[in-house]
C-alpha cells in the first residue's frame, strides 16, 4: 500500500501542477517557461540598452512583469508606471527577446520594424537606442523605423521619405 501511495503521489503533484480538463493548468505552466525564457533575453537586451533597469516576474502574478530600477535601491514598479522613455526600452528588449526565443527554434526573425517610440527618449537613451539597433543591423537584420526624430535622420544612413502633396497623395523618396 505504501508503494503505491508513492506512486500515486507522483501523479497527484502533476495533476496539482498541469492537471485540468480544459488544459488551462498545462498551458499557463508552458506559458510561464516561455514567459521566463523571454524575461531572461530581454534582461541581456536591456542590460545593454540601459543597466539600470531589469525585469522579472511579479510576485503572486503568473504573467505580470515588473521593472526593477538598480538607481533605486532595486525598487520594483510594475510596467503601467513607466515613463515613455523607460516603455520603449523595455519594448525594444522584449521585442529583441523573443527574436532570440525564434532564433533558437529554428525561426530566424530577420526584420524588427520599429514604429515611434523614440521621441520619448532623453539623448542618452536615444543614442543607446540607436547604437543598439546599428549593433542588430550589423549582424545582418533589417532595422526599420519608422520616426519623425530628427535626430535619427543623421544616424540612418537609408531613408524613404514620405511627404505628403495633398489631395491623399504623398511623395515617395528614397536618400541614401
Known amino acids: ?9 507522483v501523479w497527484a503533484q ?3 501542477l498541469i492537471g485540468a480538463a480544459d488544459g488551462t493548468k498545462f498551458r499557463r505552466f ?3 517557461l516561455t514567459l521566463d525564457r523571454l524575461v531572461a533575453g530581454a534582461n541581456r537586451h536591456l542590460g545593454e540598452l540601459h543597466p539600470r533597469y531589469a525585469l522579472r516576474r511579479m510576485e503572486g502574478a503568473e504573467m505580470a512583469l515588473e521593472v526593477v530600477d538598480h538607481d533605486m535601491a532595486d525598487e520594483a514598479r510594475a510596467v503601467h508606471n513607466l515613463s515613455g522613455g523607460e516603455r520603449f526600452l523595455v519594448s525594444l528588449a522584449l521585442a529583441l527577446g523573443l527574436a532570440d526565443i525564434s532564433a533558437g527554434r529554428g525561426l530566424a526573425i530577420e526584420s524588427l520594424f520599429i514604429d515611434e517610440g ?9 543614442a543607446m537606442a540607436i547604437s543598439m539597433l546599428e549593433r542588430l543591423q550589423a549582424t545582418g537584420r533589417r532595422v526599420v523605423v519608422i520616426s519623425h526624430v530628427e535626430a535619427l535622420k543623421d544616424r540612418i544612413p537609408v531613408q524613404i521619405r514620405v511627404t505628403p502633396m495633398g ?3 504623398s511623395q515617395i523618396d528614397i536618400i541614401s
Open 167 to 169: 489631395a491623399g497623395r
Open 30 to 32: 508552458a506559458q510561464s
Open 1 to 9: 500500500l505504501a508503494d503505491a501511495r508513492a506512486a500515486a503521489d
Open 14 to 16: 502533476l495533476n496539482e
Open 118 to 126: 523614440f521621441g520619448a527618449l532623453d539623448p542618452d537613451a536615444l
